[in-house]
């Protein structure tokens, strides 16, 4: 009923930057929050950034100053760039986004895309 999905992962050497893509699809009638999420290997999944539908936004301690998030809320879109990224950065990086459907009504449902991975190496 509603896809998310993500683009622009890769791999790119240490101090490099990406920009991730998430594009919303289906019976969408309204989206809250949009977030990004990564999961290293062997390591549980963690919050990145999130943004709200009035572009409040938070980010992992981790990477502020060097990630920023942005909405494109026409398109139902959100993007994370990544800026001076580091090895440890690399992951399999996650969309989420709190939905309503027509179907739904006014209960948002999370969603989740299936990743796109982040490699940061020399």
């Known amino acids: 009923q509603v896809q998310l999905v993500e683009s622009g992962g890769g791999l790119v050497q240490p101090g490099g930057s990406l920009r991730l893509s998430c594009a919303a699809s289906?019976?969408?009638?309204?989206?809250?929050?949009m977030g990004w999420y990564r999961q290293a290997p062997g390591k549980q999944r963690e919050l990145v950034a999130a943004i709200t539908s009035s572009s409040s936004t938070n980010y992992a301690d981790s990477v502020k100053g060097r990630f920023a998030i942005s909405r494109d809320t026409a398109l139902n879109m959100a993007h994370l760039q990544m800026n001076s990224l580091k090895p440890e950065d690399t992951a399999v990086y996650y969309c989420n986004a709190d939905v309503r459907t027509i179907a739904t009504s006014n209960t948002y449902f999370g969603y989740w895309g299936r990743g796109t991975q982040v490699t940061v190496s020399s």
């Open positions: 289906g019976s969408i009638f309204g989206i809250s929050r």
